[in-house]
């Protein structure tokens, strides 16, 4: 058993989601037989490998330049507050977080 | 070919440039479609009437003055519902976007609708395109109209079913591994994976950043090329965006095939496939040959090593980006004490069970005492990928593999296995990893009428060549093998 209950339990913790009682269990069995089976990739030797952490090397930029960092019109934030569950203009409410 | 799939982009423009229909009636039509098909095939999420008739209506004027038609000029078309579109519901699938409206349009489909294209509606699609089924939207799952108790595939499965049921002339899907290929092949439509980076990505809800692409969908290879060549192209808005020009494709699919070495590689023969399927793929690749393509046996082999590769890469991408889903901005917010519990309450109510799982092993794979053994395992065995790839290559101009082991199979026959569902994705996700493109094309169906798909894999960039040999196919016939 790679997988225990209260890895599930940290794990989910860690991913701020939060589970039902079966779905802890269903998790655990799934996750458990997944992670044996991606275990196959411990049979080849990486040791020399670089790991493919780009796909295109700076695609967009063969010198590896970004492009230039100038400020632009974005006059989006009366849209972007009207999708919030909740707002108070120009800013998101959520629960309080510090307290005095 | 069906009736229902009897539009194509030159028959659209055709008729609006003789006078035979307006683009108005043209919307029309396709709306009345989506309304007596759509109940069926839950294939279309939302539409988007008022912005498709203004469009329909600027078509309209352009052909009264009688100017110059923009190349989709008046082509009806659905996007699916993880690309941003500026005022139209898009969900991912997901109840925790149930109601979220964009305020921008993804490049894509601006792209698409600056050169005339009509924009419908949304599609359906498994929830944040995680799914090989389509049955894990929560807007309930797709039919294949093919056969409408099978799936259609996904996660573009309301994409491709809705181009094969004749809802729209052309689509956007997203390909992650798989994702537009194999609801392609389902539904016996042409499908395409561009290059990473081939398509701007700005404004496509990311699953997996390094994975993601958006392609084409369309009942032809010609078409599907049209619509490539349209959204195609660097974009400052997505630094993973190519500089890299394309070419031509419609001078360049016309050019002969003769002398192509296609490679086939044995990795993707083995146990496992269908014997119908197999049976199709090797009578599409004789066809290859007789009209001039030579076969040449390759060997790949860390192929066996893609699926888990992919599940490691793609989960602990999406980990990462889903962590945005908070109920802080947008979408469905669970009310709590504190802002810890509210988004843990958020995430676990507003997410279903396949995103929940792919979290959860993405979060697993990225945590501490773990990301050796697990991400930096896999990225080093997707440099192993690629460089099969980049080895086959050199021997070989393309290479031809099934698209899916199977065909379109029953509602519900692998929702209980995750595992299995994801074992089917094997042909698919090792192009996906290499970042190389690939076409699914219809390649006959099987006794019980089900669609096969043989995929087309290119270089990096090469897409002319892979709608080249896709077109050469279908022009031989290939699609009805």
């Not at chain 2, 498709?52 to 003055?65: E, G, P, S, V």
């Not at chain 2, 499965?157 to 809705?162: D, E, I, L, V």
């Not at chain 2, 086959?392 to 393309?398: L, R, S």
């Not at chain 2, 074992?423 to 290499?434: K, M, N, P, Q, R």
Request: charge should be neutral; charged fraction near 25%; proline fraction near 6%.
């Amino acid at each position: 058993m790679k997988i225990s209950r209260d890895d599930v339990l940290y794990v989910a913790e860690l991913a701020n989601l939060e589970l039902n009682e079966s779905e802890v269990e269903t998790f655990r069995g799934q996750l458990d037989a997944i992670l044996t089976y991606i275990d196959k990739l411990k049979q080849l030797d990486v040791s020399d490998v670089e790991p493919m952490a780009q796909v295109l090397q700076s695609a967009a930029s063969p010198d590896g330049a970004l492009r230039e960092d100038v400020v632009r019109k974005c006059d989006v934030a009366d849209a972007i507050l009207e999708q919030a569950p909740e707002a108070k203009k120009p800013y998101f409410r959520v629960p309080k977080v510090i307290e005095r | 070919m069906s009736a229902a799939n009897a539009w194509t982009v030159p028959a659209v423009r055709e008729a609006l440039e003789a006078k035979k229909l307006s683009a108005r009636e043209l919307t029309a039509e396709f709306y009345s479609r989506i309304e007596r098909k759509n109940p069926e095939l839950n294939a279309v999420l939302a539409l988007s009437p008022e912005r498709a008739y203004a469009q329909a209506d600027r078509i309209d004027k352009l052909r009264a003055r009688n100017e110059k038609l923009p190349p989709l000029a008046g082509v009806p078309v659905a996007i699916k519902d993880v690309i941003s579109t500026r005022g139209i519901r898009t969900t991912c699938g997901s109840r925790i976007l149930e109601n979220y409206v964009p305020p921008y349009d993804a490049t894509a489909v601006e792209k698409l609708e600056s050169a005339g294209a009509v924009i419908l509606g949304k599609t359906n699609c498994d929830e944040f395109a995680m799914g090989s089924s389509n049955e894990n939207s929560a807007y309930g799952p797709v039919r294949n109209p093919v056969a409408t108790d099978r799936v259609p595939g996904g996660s573009s499965g309301g994409s491709a079913a809705a181009v094969a049921a004749g809802l729209a002339v052309a689509a956007l899907g997203t390909d992650t591994g798989g994702s537009i290929r194999q609801p392609g092949a389902f539904c016996g439509i042409p499908a395409m994976m561009p290059t990473y980076g081939r398509v701007s990505r700005y404004g496509l809800i990311a699953f997996a950043s390094s994975l993601d692409r958006i392609g084409p969908f369309a009942t032809t290879v010609r078409d599907a090329a049209a619509v490539l060549s349209v959204i195609e192209g660097h974009d400052t808005n997505d630094s993973t965006s190519a500089a890299v020009p394309a070419s031509d494709y419609f001078e360049e699919m016309e050019k002969p095939i003769r002398g192509m070495r296609i490679g086939i590689p044995v990795e993707y023969f083995g146990e496992g496939m269908d014997p119908e399927v197999r049976a199709k793929i090797e009578a599409g690749i004789e066809l290859m040959k007789q009209i001039g393509c030579q076969p040449v046996e390759l060997r790949m082999p860390h192929t066996e090593y893609a699926i888990a590769t992919y599940y490691i890469v793609a989960t602990a991408e999406a980990s990462s980006n889903l962590a945005r889903f908070d109920g802080v901005r947008y979408g469905l917010r669970v009310h709590a004490g504190s802002l810890r519990e509210m988004y843990k309450k958020t995430r676990g109510r507003g997410f279903g069970a396949e995103v929940k799982r792919r979290i959860m092993l993405g979060t697993y794979a990225l945590s501490s005492g773990y990301y050796d053994a697990y991400y930096l395992r896999a990225q080093k065995v997707r440099t192993l990928i690629a460089r099969d790839f980049i080895l086959a290559f050199e021997k070989v101009d393309a290479i031809v593999t099934p698209t899916s082991p199977t065909t379109a199979f029953r509602l519900g026959e692998r929702t209980m296995n995750p595992l299995a569902m994801y074992l089917a994705d094997i042909y698919t996700v090792t192009g996906s990893l290499a970042g190389i493109p690939g076409i699914s094309v219809p390649c006959g169906t099987t006794s019980d009428g089900l669609p096969v798909g043989l995929q087309i894999f290119g270089p990096r960039f090469a897409e002319s060549r892979v709608l080249q040999l896709a077109h050469a196919f279908e022009k031989a016939n290939g699609f009805l093998i």
